[in-house]
């Protein structure tokens, strides 16, 4: 039995749908909009594009260190300037799912998800590290969406 697995991949595969969904919403031209600089205010905040590269790139990070024990940060190779466009966006965004898809695939059973591994900061056991990253990546997601809807002016819903 693998519904915890189950449950786990769908809640996954829920969040990248909503990422895709979202980046297409966006209109290329406010893609990396940051609403500090137009509002003028004293904290930082990051533009959608911004956010939704975090929730994938916290989902990379994740998986890589899962399948491959490389936790590394994919922030190099996740920066505006690389990933200019909404399309470079979605192609990243599939990557990641992809990624995710087959880390998905070394877990057999609801058992494999007890096994603490070595994280970057601890041993977790891998239930925590997936728990953890869902809420991460959906953090950043609903940031993106909060600043999508103070531009577009249009309710968001949880697409």
Known sequence: ???????FDRQFSRLHTRSCALVVKIPPEK??????????Q???AFSCGEYVLRSAGKIEQTFGGITT?????????????????????????AEVEETRAKGFAFF???????????????????????????????HFQGRAA???QMFSGEKISRL
């Open 42 to 44: 004293s904290f930082a």
């Open 69 to 93: 024990k490389l936790w590394d940060d994919p922030f190099e190779w996740t920066l505006p300037e690389e990933l200019s466009t909404n399309e470079k966006v979605l192609e990243y965004l």
């Open 108 to 138: 057999a059973s609801n058992e494999d998800l007890h096994r603490e591994i070595p994280a970057p900061e601890k041993l977790q056991t891998i239930f925590e590290i997936l728990l953890e990253t869902l809420a991460l990546a959906e």
């Open 31 to 40: 893609l990396y909009w940051q609403p500090s600089r137009a509002l003028k």
């Open 1 to 7: 039995m693998k519904s915890l697995i189950d449950s």
């Open 146 to 148: 909060a600043i999508l």
